[in-house]
């Protein structure tokens, strides 16, 4: 079956090659409006002349392509408020003071150790009415209760950036951000709210209080808190109250799909609501009249499930299957696949870069283009062993399509999958049917304690189960190095197995063997790659971090206390980012030699007499009481470096210093990482 020959698939993959050309290149909305409709003129002028002259030409699919790209980009431009004239952006000034701000609470995120966090919608700056999304921190008071979806409140407060992240390797809030049209965030204190009384509700407040009506009636019956939070994360989608252990066993067992509401879930409840409404099919137009149920209940849920990439991927893909099968009209899976990804780009373009979005799909293409195959090499007779072997092949084949991104943006791999799979998904089925039944009885105020019990210990039980899975640490392979090329030529290979074992020809067998060779060459090429030497100063707020690295090794100095040492990410993150091999560590000196480059480091002690060569840096670590313009006089260095181990007063005094004297300051806490190249 050769996929490009669906239309709809060939229009998807052009529109990510124009949603990517909108995002990585920055395109003038105009520019694009003024080239899509000399495309769509040309494209028209095209088709009549081939219509006349009844031949088929290159040239309309060509313009069709184009048209199609430039679409994406279109559609990356349209959904980007920033380009509207009256988003709050375009009216801070890079000096901004205080401004009264007026927002909505859209959505309530985890909280931190120190904020609540939230996103909003911002409503007006100071008398201006605007709009756009912002982060909000407030301040954690354990004697003010948290906010509400749809609470609105005003402000006075300064606009603040997100700070892109300081030390290399390091996850990209700021880029995460963006993403979903967020620059700017809010930190404040709960008494500086003033709320604003209003009787206006989004769908996003209704939703949300949909879960807190559930989940007030639930917190009448005796669940407990890791209870609570799982039937949140796998029926109400919100999975901001689960703990960091139950998370990280859910992630170390391979079974953290569980949580998050996806493809099957919904596969689920869409067959529980279709067993149920079986008997309209009976009444005239019953057929249409359950598929329109179909569609109506399960976008309900998704927008009480909070519209996430995954929930939104899945209703999308499955209210087409439900169109499709009850009106007879089966389509073909890659094409459900491609009209699903194809209208969720079009309303949300940047569903495109979501890490969720992407495992899903990916997790569905492997289930349907692998699975078919491990079917046919064995078929149990027993119905045990064609249970047990049917959730080894959806998980094998969701798993191999997931398995080149996972290690991409993971960088770990829990060899037990099968395992905790085996356990659990045989019986997801009837925890999600058992918790919808417990809902409804508990909305209804008819839900016996010995149900809700038994529900509460059914949780408890596949806890424990993918919390002993998770405590096998051998099989849980951490720490792999694996980079964008890696990605790319695992795919590559996976694509060339399945079409060899698919049909056995030469023109398989040489896309096999030249992907085996691709696959080698980046292997060889990230082996023998000649690394720079850096000398590193991290930042780390507190203390000090010094990092040599030389080819595949690095030396690491630091001041850390042990609890600080234990619960560090930052040097993990640099040595699997940059395949290093071997990992050394030393105590902090006073002068390192760099090649032909000198570093001084200046402590707490305040000791720099050094007559026997000059410094080209100077590092400035644990607040060291000095006269800065006499070194600088004395010693004459080509820049100064401040790490997050100094006070902030001591910082901004050095930095006004080195400005008038004209040396080049550099503050790790403003601009991240300090590298020497030597």
Known sequence: ???????????????????????????????????????????????????????????FGLFAFLIMVFIGVL???????????????????????????TFRIREVLKPGNYYDKYIIDILKEDSIQVSGKSILNVQKDT?????????????????????????????????YLEKQYICH????????????????????????????????KLKSYKFKPDELAIINAILLGQRQNISDDVYSNYTNAGAIHIL?????????????????????????????????????????????AGLSASVTRAVTMFSIVAIGFNLKRPANIYNTLAISIFILLLFKPLFLFDVGFQLSYMAVFGIVTIDPYLTKLWKPKYYIPKKAWEVIRITFSAQLGILPISLYYFHQFPGLFFLSNLLIIPFLGFILGFGIVVIVLAILNILPDFLADLFGSTISLMNTVIEWVAQQDTFLFKNISFNILFVIASYLLIIALVRFFTKRNYKNLVFLFLAIIIGQSIFIYSKFESPKNQFLVFHKRRYTLLGNKFGNKICIANNFDDATEKKDK??????????????????????????????LVIDSLGVYNVKSFKPDFILLRNSPKINLNRILDSLHPLLVVADGSNYKTY???????????????????????FIIDY
């Open 1 to 59: 079956m050769k996929l490009l020959n669906f239309p709809i698939i060939k229009l998807t993959i052009y529109l990510i090659i124009g949603i990517l050309i909108g995002y990585y290149c920055n395109i003038s909305i105009y520019f694009t409006l003024f080239i899509l409709g000399l495309l769509i003129l040309i494209l028209t002028v095209v088709f009549l002349i081939a219509k006349k002259q009844f031949a088929k030409t290159i040239w």
């Open 143 to 175: 004697l003010k209760n948290v906010l509400h979806v749809d609470d609105i409140f005003i402000t006075n407060a300064i606009f603040k950036e997100v700070i892109p992240p300081l030390n290399p390797s390091q996850f990209n809030y700021k880029s």
């Open 651 to 673: 910082s901004e005094r050095w930095k006004s210093t080195c400005k008038k004297t004209k040396i080049p300051f550099h503050l790790t806490s403003e601009k991240g990482v």
């Open 570 to 599: 930052i040097i993990t993150d640099y040595t699997i980012e940059n395949q290093i091999k071997s990992l050394q560590k030393d105590s902090l000196q006073s002068v390192y030699i760099l090649g032909n480059k000198k570093l």
């Open 75 to 101: 559609t990356v431009n349209f959904h980007n408020q920033k380009n509207y004239s009256n988003h709050y952006s375009n009216f801070i000034t890079k000096n901004d003071s205080i401004k009264t701000i």
């Open 185 to 216: 965030q809010l930190f404040i204190k709960n008494d500086a709210l003033f709320k604003v009384k209003t009787n206006q509700q989004t769908l996003f407040g209704i939703a949300n209080n949909i879960r807190e009506h559930i989940n007030l």
């Open 260 to 304: 998050a509401i996806s493809g099957l879930h919904i596969g689920i409840i869409l067959m529980i609501l279709s067993s149920t409404f079986k008997p309209i099919e009976r009444l005239r137009y019953g057929a249409f009249i359950k598929a329109l149920l179909l569609v109506v209940i399960l976008w309900g849920f998704a927008i009480i």
